[in-house]
């Protein structure tokens, strides 16, 4: 059952102009939600409270997103699951001067963002057509009437976010561009952190990490370095990675029973944070269901949250993800 804040409009839908019938993107907007479909079938929704991604599906209709049974999706909390979007704090930063005052992963999960519309595109593979990708942008700004009122009195600056959501055949992808408006520099940290769907996390290897230095937030963030290939998930996991090199170098590839589903590459993005809360964690966090759901789920999220970026005035912070969908 969805609940909603407000009572919706009726959807609106419409096809996109200059694009041949054939291939004809539809699109849904209720105004709590913004939903858009390929010709061949996949979908992505996206909730305005948190430009939270909610949905993301296969053409075939396979979910790839884990999103919790009891998320609240009426903006009353943080969305649990899907890819809510961190900014400008990831956890909390008890000893940072300007977002010391600030909940657990800054507003941006809890604020409502404004649509900004859409686009569509023929997307490419090297010189091969991949049929027509999707795009829909999303703002919030310190004037927006949607901020997170509380939030937004602990953290004075102006600014403003555009986050756009682009969906292909084979992949989606999340970016983020930040922009200072203020007179003064601001400190950021932002990040996307997606809630994989997995079949069965005991049969999950996760690639790309081998020999990248960590914090293990599980072992009171501690320093260590990835010594193994592969990550297994075989108990609570919270893991702020900084693989070496540039960040678009290689993807981390999500292997299951021996099969890569998904690659993440990064782009200006640093950081990846691992993150399963398993068993006991899940039991209780209040909006997490069913409560074994942590088998189907990994987080891997990709942001810049090892350092703060520092903005000055009128300056711009840019970062995406691009999930792949392999196999
Ligand atoms: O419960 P939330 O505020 O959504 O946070 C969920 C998780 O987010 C990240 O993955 C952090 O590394 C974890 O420490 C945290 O538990």
Redesign the pocket.
């Known amino acids: 059952m969805v609940e909603r804040a407000n009572k919706p409009k009726p959807p609106t839908l419409s096809s996109t102009p200059g694009l041949p019938p054939q291939a004809t993107v539809t699109f849904s907007d209720d105004n709590s939600r913004v939903i858009a479909e390929l010709p061949t079938g996949e979908s992505v929704t996206v909730l305005l409270y948190g430009a939270t991604v909610i949905s993301w599906k296969d053409a075939q209709g396979d979910e790839k997103l884990w999103l919790s049974e009891a998320a609240k999706l009426d903006g009353s909390r ?1 969305v ?1 699951g899907g890819i ?1 979007v961190v900014f400008p704090v ?2 909390t930063a008890p000893t940072h001067p300007q977002t010391k005052d600030l909940p ?2 800054g507003f941006a999960r809890t604020s409502r963002w404004e649509f900004l519309g859409k686009s569509t595109s023929e997307s490419q593979t090297g010189s091969a057509a991949n049929g027509p990708a999707v795009k829909l942008d999303f703002g919030l700004s310190s004037a927006a009437p949607g901020l997170d009122p509380i939030a937004a009195a602990r953290w004075p600056f102006k600014f403003n976010l555009i986050y756009s959501v682009t969906l292909t055949q084979t992949s989606l992808t999340t970016s983020i561009v930040v922009t200072n408006d203020d007179s003064a520099p601001f400190d950021c940290q932002v990040l996307m ?1 997606t809630y994989l769907r997995v079949k069965d996390i005991t049969a999950v290897q996760v690639q790309g990490l081998a020999d990248a230095s960590y914090i293990d ?1 599980v072992d009171g963030g501690a320093r260590k370095t990835q010594s193994a290939a592969e990550v297994t998930i075989t108990g609570e996991t ?1 893991r ?1 990675y900084t693989p070496a090199g540039d960040p678009g170098a290689g993807p981390v590839t999500v292997v299951e029973a021996g099969r890569p589903v998904y690659a993440v590459t990064r782009d200006n993005l640093s950081n990846v ?1 691992v ?1 399963n ?1 398993w068993a006991d ?1 899940a039991q209780g ?1 209040a909006d997490f269901a069913p409560k074994d759901g942590f088998r189907n789920m990994i ?1 891997i ?1 990709p942001g810049a949250v090892g350092a703060w970026q520092s903005l000055e005035a009128g300056d711009a912070f840019e970062g995406a993800q691009t999930i792949t969908l392999l196999g």
Request: with cysteine; charged share 30%; aromatic share 12%.
């Open positions: 943080a649990r809510p990831f956890g657990q992963h952190h937030k919270d702020v944070v993150w809360p964690k966090i987080c999220e």
